[in-house]
Antibody, heavy 123, light 115 residues
């Protein structure tokens, strides 16, 4: 079955960096985009952007440029989210989600989602 | 004004129906958008429920019961998620989503309580 499995929880100090992984299985990895979504504690969903797994081209949402980088290792069917210069406000659960449809033209659903990775930023 | 507005909470009794609304900001015509709906239970990731653009362009996610359906209210400029025959397991947060100007926007979510 189609599945996205994310790396485990992280506790980081302010100013550090973190890399979250999202390993795909059950489908052709390069046939679907990977989207990233943030959920702060007790809050709603916030879209961070997506990466085209075929062209490797990333698209970042407003507010997620600069410190946030999407990358891929297609040899191991894995997408990565790298966050640098971590701030307390980055404390959240980060989800990857497979794009189904045509994300490039703004027409795709997110299915399935990874289980989420909790990143806690605290000194 | 937010692009998508959802009521923060809704309560309904088991066996009845619940209508969850997702209102688009004035100036954004619901008729031109596909509305996506997700369900999130505590401690779990969101799950895709369905998408709805029109009666001829809609899709329910794999394994999603037919009790879940989508529609639109053009007069209210809103997308609607209708859950019929409510069950206790339907208690969850529900999020609507659209693609707007090549970016994804989520509504703030509705917490559905079944009691």
């Amino acid at each position: 079955q189609v599945q996205l499995v994310q790396s485990g929880s992280e506790l980081k100090e302010p100013g550090a960096s973190v890399k979250v992984s999202c390993k795909a299985s059950g489908y052709t990895f390069t046939s679907n985009a990977i989207n990233w979504v943030r959920q702060a504690p007790g809050q709603g969903l916030e879209w961070m952007g997506w990466i085209n797994t075929d062209t490797r081209n990333p698209t970042y949402a407003q507010g997620f440029t600069g410190r946030f980088v999407f990358s891929l290792d297609t040899s191991v069917r894995t997408a990565y989210l790298h966050i640098s210069s971590l701030e307390a406000e980055d404390t959240a659960v980060y989800y990857c989600a497979r794009g189904v449809g045509f994300c490039s033209v703004g027409s795709c659903s997110f299915d399935p989602w990874g289980q989420g990775t909790l990143v806690t930023v605290s000194s | 004004q937010a692009v998508l507005t959802q009521p923060s909470s809704l309560s309904a009794s088991p066996g009845t129906s619940a209508s969850l609304t997702c209102t688009l900001r004035s100036g954004i015509n619901v008729g031109t958008y596909t509305i996506y709906w997700y369900q999130q239970k505590p401690g779990s990731p969101p799950q895709y429920l369905l998408r709805y653009k029109s009666d001829s362009d809609k899709q329910r996610g794999s394994g999603v019961p037919s009790r879940f359906s989508g529609s639109k209210d053009a007069s209210a400029n809103a997308g609607i998620l209708l859950i019929s025959g409510l069950q206790s397991e339907d208690e969850a947060d529900y999020y609507c989503m659209i693609w707007h100007s090549s970016a994804v926007v989520f509504g703030g979510g509705t917490k559905l309580t079944v009691l």
